[in-house]
């Protein structure tokens, strides 16, 4: 059964501190993983990351996969208020069609960022 | 403007009463998926497809029916509903290109009773 765990569940910081989040997983036929931001909404997505090493940077968040050691972290620097949500990670495995189509995402517990100001 | 829409955003319904959630996307999007949202479970796929007449099952399908007839139409039916379906869900879609963002619909949010 592929598995997708992320660390911490919750992370408490004040404004201007740089947080990691981790995200951990086992999936049979890994195509991608992927990271989410979801307030009190809909998840929005932040970053597709397929290559090993090969960090996928937006502002000042960035992404990094270890295909290796099976993980990815999510790096916030300079953390503002409006960073406070929940970092959703999800491992997407191939369809069975095979090709280039999404095909089953397996979600992680999420992490609850809060950044005081 | 691209988006994906659900209906109906809240619904409340009664044990065993065939209910419909609609979701519907402008985009020409090959791929659709439901999921559905519990405290403490995160984000739990029920069902994908990845084109018309092509579905397959996520994590959680038991209770649930997909339909995929047309490209930008991706209903979920609950045949007979049971309190433990109470629920937030969100209908999901992207293209198969590599890459390409999945858009998120609002969410439907679901109490049986």
């Known amino acids: 059964e592929d598995k997708v765990v992320q660390s911490p569940l919750s992370l408490v910081v004040h404004e201007g501190d740089t947080v990691t989040l981790n995200c951990s997983y086992e999936?049979?036929?890994?195509?991608?993983l992927l990271w989410y931001k979801q307030e009190k909404k809909a998840p929005t997505f932040l970053f597709m990351l397929?290559?090993?090493?090969i960090e996928k940077k937006s502002g000042r968040l960035s992404s990094i996969l270890d295909k290796k050691e099976l993980f990815s972290i999510l790096n916030i620097t300079a953390t503002q208020t409006g960073d406070s949500a929940v970092y959703l990670c999800?491992?997407?495995?191939?369809?069975?069609?095979?090709?280039?189509?999404?095909?089953?995402?397996?979600f992680g517990q999420g992490t609850i960022l809060t950044v005081h100001p | 403007e691209a988006q994906v829409t659900q209906n109906p955003r809240y619904l409340i319904t009664v044990t065993g009463k065939k209910l419909t959630v609609t979701c519907s996307q402008n985009?020409?999007?090959?791929?659709m998926s439901w999921y559905r949202q519990d405290p403490g479970l995160g984000l739990r796929q029920i069902y994908y497809?990845?084109?018309?007449?092509?579905?397959d099952k996520g994590d959680v399908p038991e209770g649930y029916k997909v339909s995929r007839k047309e490209k930008r139409n991706f209903p979920l039916i609950l045949e007979s509903p049971s309190p433990n379906q109470t629920s937030l869900y969100f209908c999901?879609?992207?293209?198969?290109?590599?890459?390409?963002?999945?858009?998120f619909g609002p969410g439907t949010r679901l109490l049986v009773l």
């Open positions: 397929t290559s090993s090493g």
């Open positions: 497809s990845m084109n018309v007449e092509v579905t």
């Open positions: 999800a491992v997407e495995a191939r369809g069975d069609a095979g090709g280039t189509s999404y095909g089953k995402l397996t």
């Open positions: 985009m020409n999007h090959e791929y």
């Open positions: 999901a879609s992207s293209s198969d290109r590599e890459g390409e963002t999945q858009y």
């Open positions: 999936v049979t036929n890994f195509r991608s």
